[in-house]
């Protein structure tokens, strides 16, 4: 069928609705990888052997129990206990502050659509660098990665917060507080020789990149690999309907003729993924520490301006997918909203919603005063509120209805479950988060 008849059929009409010119009919395009390292990188995902302390793995803020992410506002990386909402405190090893942002899904990460990372861009792909890749580490920045998605993952493993530990508790943490990171005796050398020196995952190496020493390229490799192929969400119903005129429920259908319409969410929630990969200010509550250096005071976070230094930038951050969004919560940068339809209501009107926004719309067990800093710093929610974009929308109560009908017309199960799911070990031996 044309996609002209498609179109005619699915709304009942003669021609299209003007919106039905933004929805986004092109297929995704993913990379092809390897089976064994896609299983190897699901290994690696899942052990703690990554972390500093050998307590902290990938999936304690990316679980497949919360979709992917950790079901909490900010997390607990280094020196926490347990997982999800039931994280807390290790009290033998607490740990500095919270997680400063919240932990983004990972489902269709793969797509070759996805150039930059990270609620800021702070890494992307830029082909004026060498290496092919602008990162915060500039020229230092070690070379040979497969993709942006590749690289990301070597961030995570040098923050104190998150897994590398704090000041000398470990070799790895010891080397990221004197600079070490890349080269001999850096905190990624030192992780790679780790992981080499077990000999399953020698072994498995050996299976995809040959006798040759293992790099951390080579295990951020398998684990982009691992992430791209379990987490492929692409058979949603909104999906179906775009692929062969499959009629979602209608609810659904009235909520998406709002979001490429009437609410305006296409606006930057564009393409078949939902994001236009761009940057904005919609004056989103900032909670937490902030994203800030050891050094500065504040708890303030200015998103994309941290990056780039332009005032332009300030408190704008990435557009998310929304690829099953109805099971990401929370939401927003710092996680401030816990529902989707609270964060759905807080784009109607950005600045208002600011302003009336409580602490209690979060998911973030054992918070203190301390995280609400910037909620009662009036200098700041001015600056907050005066960066945003976005004008207000008037919807009712139905019409707010029929759009969380759509965007939970977005849901993909089986991505939800993923294609491999958790090991039964990992090669280390170590606990896996369950």
């Known amino acids: 069928m044309s996609r002209v008849s498609f179109k005619t059929l699915a709304f009942g009409l003669i021609a299209a609705p003007l919106w039905a010119g933004d929805l986004p009919f092109d297929e995704p395009v993913f990379p092809d990888h390897p089976s064994a390292q896609i299983e190897l990188g699901q290994l690696l995902f899942y052990d703690p052997i990554l972390s500093g302390s050998r307590t902290v793995s990938c999936a304690t803020c990316h679980h497949p129990k919360f979709a992917t992410g950790d079901g909490v506002s900010l997390g607990l990386g280094d020196g926490g206990k347990g997982l999800g909402p039931d994280r807390a405190v290790d009290a033998t090893n607490p740990p500095e502050q919270r997680i400063p942002r919240n932990a983004p899904p990972l489902f269709n990460l793969g797509a070759v659509e996805f150039t930059s990372f990270f609620h800021d861009g702070r890494l992307e792909e830029d082909a004026s660098r060498p290496t092919g890749i602008r990162t915060p580490l500039g020229s230092e920045m070690e070379a040979g990665f497969a993709s942006a998605l590749s690289a990301q993952s070597m961030f995570p493993v040098l923050s104190a917060d998150e897994m590398a530990g704090h000041y000398t508790e470990n070799d790895v943490a010891q080397a990221v507080r004197q600079g070490l990171l890349t080269g001999a005796g850096g905190a990624w050398d030192i992780l790679s020789k780790r992981v080499e020196g077990i000999p399953e995952y020698r072994a498995r190496f050996d299976a995809v990149i040959g006798p040759k020493p293992v790099a951390f390229t080579d295990i951020s490799d398998a684990l982009a690999a691992f992430l791209d192929f379990e987490w492929r969400g692409v058979a949603s119903p909104f999906d179906l309907y775009l692929r062969d005129g499959t009629v979602m429920e209608p609810a ?54 941290r990056v780039t230094g332009d005032p332009d930038d300030a408190y704008a951050f990435r557009t998310p997918p929304l690829r099953n969004v109805a099971q990401t919560a929370p939401y927003g940068h710092a996680g401030a909203y816990g529902t989707l339809e609270g964060v759905v209501r807080h784009h109607l009107d950005p600045v208002t919603s600011l302003r009336a926004y409580d602490i209690s ?52 199960p089986q991505s939800i479950r993923g294609a491999f799911g958790i090991p039964d070990a990992v090669p280390s031996g170590l606990p896996i988060d369950r």
């Open 252 to 305: 659904a259908m009235r909520g998406m003729e709002l979001f490429y319409g009437k609410a305006q969410c296409v606006d930057c929630h564009s393409g078949r993924f939902q994001t236009d990969h761009d940057f904005h200010a919609i004056a989103m509550p900032q909670i937490g520490p902030g994203k800030a250096a050891r050094f500065e005071s504040h708890a303030k976070d200015t998103g994309r301006m």
């Open 361 to 412: 719309q979060a998911i973030m067990p054992g918070f203190t005063a301390d995280d609400l800093r910037v909620l009662g710093d009036e200098q700041e929610m001015a600056a907050i509120a005066a960066a945003n974009t976005l004008k207000p929308i008037t919807l009712s109560d139905a019409e707010v209805d029929d759009l969380l009908a759509f965007l939970n017309a977005l849901t993909d």
